[in-house]
């Protein structure tokens, strides 16, 4: 199983320590909690328990459709954005598949259990972690079936340039690559409408979306792919299997867009604590950080001889080491923006473990 954050139960087991003391910088979770809405439904849903949901998710995919404002037969729901990542490539079925690196883990996953060649294209600190141009040069130069890019990007909370985006798009509907584009976290950049509204007038892109970072709701998990290919999104409602979401997440997910004033305080959280936390991080010259796009930010400790996870483990902060990425290696680390006294908490360890205070 490959690594990723919130592994709080493993982590706490590991070291002797108790989750419920452990505050988690490692999982990239709305720190408001999920939407009063959404708790108030779930107990007022408990007798859908003993029924089966639709096993064609109707309203679920008319709501997400109208959000979007595209056709339902462009949208295809998910038990978190991980099912369709798993989804879609076993639809695709692409033979050479280009991923950047350092990127989320389980496009390679889902891409090594189905035998496709996998390419490499680094993502360096000379180009501050960013595709760029050059990347187009590749995609000539390799052919590959389809392409992997997150936008924003994890673990480095970069949002690559528009115009780069805007290339790929061509260049990919051009050429018939599958561009698959994770927008799991584009919900925390208030202005970012991202890529959904060019599905009308393309073949190749298809949009993957998660619900359960920007609400809160990792255990109950929802997340859905946008295309304007509906051949394909057709074709993977048939093949999946049924009954995946269950009742209380495509509940859920039909109330989620109407959440105006949690998605308005969110933004408004994340203003202040992203800035805060930035602001402190950048104070301490023994750090390089990278600007965050979104609820999370990827930096690297310049003091070789500091384990800073184990160190921040030790004041019961757990942090995404970002070791076991592509690329990187044990000086990187990623942190979550949480609540402004969890930020404060982190900043004041840190204070400790570098010898400020
Ligand atoms: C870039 C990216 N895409 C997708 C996911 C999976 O999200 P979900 O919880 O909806 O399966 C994650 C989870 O960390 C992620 O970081």
Known sequence: MSEHGGNIIGISQQYGLSADALIDFSANINPLGPPESVKTLIKNS??????YPDVEYRYLHQVIAKAHKCDETKVIA???????IYAIVRYLKPKRALLLTPGFAEYRRALQQIGTKIIDYPLTEETGFQPDLRLLDMLAAIKPDCLFIATP?????????????QALVEYCEKNGISLIVDESFIDFLPDNRGLTP????????????????????????????????????????NRR????????????GEILFEEHDYIAATHQWLKSQQH??????????????????????FFRCERPE???????LKHQLLIRHCKNYAGLDNRYYRIAVLSEWENQRLITAMQKIFSYS
């Open 46 to 51: 408990l007798a859908d328990i003993e029924k």
């Open 153 to 165: 990007n994890n673990p480095t909370g970069l949002m690559p340039d528009n115009q780069v985006i």
């Open 198 to 237: 060019q599905i009308s007038t393309t073949k190749h892109l298809y949009i993957l979306r998660s619900m359960t970072k920007f609400f809160a709701i990792p255990g109950l998990r929802l997340g859905y792919l946008i295309s304007g290919n509906t051949t394909v999104i057709a074709e993977m409602k």
């Open 78 to 84: 998910g038990n978190g954005a991980t099912e369709l």
């Open 276 to 297: 805060y936390l930035w602001n402190q991080l950048s104070a301490f010259s023994e750090l390089t950080i990278w600007p965050p796009s979104a609820n999370f930010l």
């Open 241 to 252: 299997e049924p009954w995946s979401i269950n009742a209380f997440a495509a509940k859920v």
């Open 306 to 312: 500091i384990d800073l996870w184990h160190a921040l």
